[in-house]
């Protein structure tokens, strides 16, 4: 994060790993699919609290979300604070306000213009080696840690399918990467039988 150096670029961080949205699913997002209001009611949108709507689209610069089926995301306050900012940061920009695409090019090529599914994988490359991380960061990791995070907080396998926008289940589990703690507390939770601990004769 400290990395970025403009409120968009911050805003694609946060949206592949607090919300898990794929690259092509980020780069068709719209900004009439964010409802980052309490009450989104008065939009026609019946879910409730601040969250993201992912929508299979045909899109001009190719980016689309891989499931047909549309699902809304929660998002939580350091993503809308960052949303916020680049807002702001965009309307700096005469050329950017009249797409309706929500990620738009700000400091180079055709400004103004949705951004491309390339441009995603050479941002998170550039900041990878700005950040000095020895190995190259991809941004489907994003997504897996954003997985991880959902399940070390406790969720369940039929939320995290759901947040990921999976029809079934299996196809969650390869987003799972139990921790060694994880692991150690799966086996503590395991009850112990007494007779073992005291011996037969105690």
Known sequence: MRACRSARDRLIVLLMARAGIRRGELAGLRRADLHFVLDARPLGCPVPG???HVIRRDNINRASAKSRNSRAVPVDALLMQ???QYVIERARNAAAADSDFLLVNLFRGHIGAPMRLGAINELITSLSRRAGL???VRPHQ????FADNVVAAGGKLDEL???LGHDSLLSSQPYLH???????????????PRLFLEGPHS
Do not use: K, M, N
């Open 161 to 163: 399918a759901e947040l």
């Open 178 to 192: 139990p921790s060694h703690e994880r692991l150690r507390d799966a086996v503590e939770r395991v009850p112990s």
């Open 82 to 84: 960052a949303h916020d």
């Open 50 to 52: 601040s969250h993201l």
């Open 134 to 136: 020895q190995r190259r």
């Open 142 to 145: 994003g997504r897996h840690g």
